[in-house]
């Protein structure tokens, strides 16, 4: 963003413009007043909230979608956040979905100081389309990218090596890939590091993880997807206390909705339990839970549902597009 531009609006206004641009209201963004937007520091900010599958999603006919198709809500992207290090001058994405194109535009507005179209590295937790196939607009039928790191599991690394179209992301260097291993810090910075988790998912492909970052003086756990809280071999309870933000899989808020399916086969802990095993812990520690990667069925996606004020009332919060987290 040139010089003059920062001369002529306020950093508010400029963020104002900004998600205005991609569809957005800046009313969305954890910002209280222009003294939080000032470029400093390491920030987390939310690029999408939806399941794989986006909303509206496809052939659904219910009222979740049916008026989405002719009137889509631009806020609704798919699961992904982003990291800006403006001290440093770099940005990263985590889940490459997608709505990268939009996305990838978002990160640049918010960190307002990159030229380039790719961030300095994308972290993919597994190989489920919403968190992946995105790359795809990094090969030659798009962007053309040149050597962009992406950070993958042992698993995962291989099958992008191994399999088209990826493997050709690979061998025309479109993409560099970068190994990563489970409970072992990545240091993006002298005050800000990522570490892989394991969870249990279904794991077709590649493993699933989840992601701890640590930032200067705060940390973020983020977790879209796992199939319960109760089969994973640490205590979600535990790993809460251990940080500042919790971004956790909220896929469907209860078995109602999902009752033409077979759970068994999309496995994930409803909103419901998850709250049910969030209810003894502290407020103080219900504030740090963000729920995220919301199916198109689910009633969180109405900030006016019965859902949506019961997880407020839990002192818990629903992820927000354009939202702002300070590390």
Same mark, same amino acid.
Request: some cysteine; overall charge positive; proline content about 6%.
């Given at each position: 963003?040139?010089?003059?531009? =920062?001369? %002529? &609006? @306020? ?16 009313? &969305? ?27 509206? &999603?496809? /052939? ?7 008026? =989405?198709?002719?009137?889509?809500? !631009? ?10 290090? $403006? ?13 990268? @194109? ?36 990094? /090969? ?5 990218? !040149?050597? #962009? ?9 291989? $099958?992008?090596?191994? +399999? ?7 061998? !025309? ?10 409970? @072992? ?35 973020? =756990? ?38 033409? %399916? +077979?759970? @068994? ?20 520690? %219900? ?17 006016? #549902? ?10 818990? &919060? %629903? ?9």
């Amino acid at each position: 963003m040139p010089n003059k531009y =920062l001369k %002529r &609006h @306020s950093l508010l206004e400029i963020v104002k413009i900004a998600v205005t641009v991609i569809g957005l209201s800046a009313c &969305h963004c954890t910002v209280e007043n222009e003294k939080n937007l000032i470029p400093e520091g390491i920030r987390i900010v939310v690029l999408g909230t939806i399941q794989d599958g986006g909303s509206p &999603h496809i /052939g659904c006919n219910k009222d979740c979608c049916k008026n =989405l198709f002719t009137n889509p809500d !631009q806020q609704r992207k798919v699961v992904c956040l982003g990291l800006i290090d $403006y001290q440093n001058k770099k940005t990263w994405l985590i889940e490459a979905t997608p709505d990268i @194109s939009a996305q990838l535009k978002m990160l640049k507005q918010f960190s307002n100081f990159k030229e380039a179209a790719t961030p300095d590295g994308i972290f993919i937790s597994h190989a489920h389309i919403g968190h992946y196939t995105g790359l795809m607009y990094l /090969g030659k039928e798009a962007l053309g990218a !040149q050597n #962009s790191p992406v950070f993958a599991m042992p698993r995962l690394k291989t $099958y992008f090596e191994t +399999n088209g179209p990826w493997s050709q992301l690979v061998a !025309q260097n479109n993409i560099s890939l970068v190994g990563l291993k489970s409970d @072992s810090s990545i240091a993006l910075s002298k005050t800000l590091s990522i570490t892989p988790i394991l969870v249990p998912h279904r794991d077709e492909y590649s493993e699933t993880v989840g992601f701890i970052i640590n930032g200067p003086t705060k940390s973020a =756990l983020f977790i879209p997807d796992i199939n319960k809280w109760a089969i994973w071999g640490k205590s979600i309870t535990d790993e809460i206390s251990k940080v500042d933000y919790a971004f956790l899989d909220a896929t469907f808020y209860d078995g109602i909705e999902i009752n033409s %399916r +077979n759970i @068994s086969e999309i496995p994930h802990p409803f909103v419901v339990e998850s709250l049910k095993l969030f209810a003894p812990l502290s407020l103080k520690e %219900r504030n740090k839970i963000h729920f995220i990667h919301f199916n198109h069925t689910n009633p969180l996606l109405n900030p006016l #549902s019965k859902a949506s004020k019961q997880v407020e009332k839990m002192g818990t &919060h %629903r992820a927000k597009i354009g939202e702002i987290f300070e590390l």
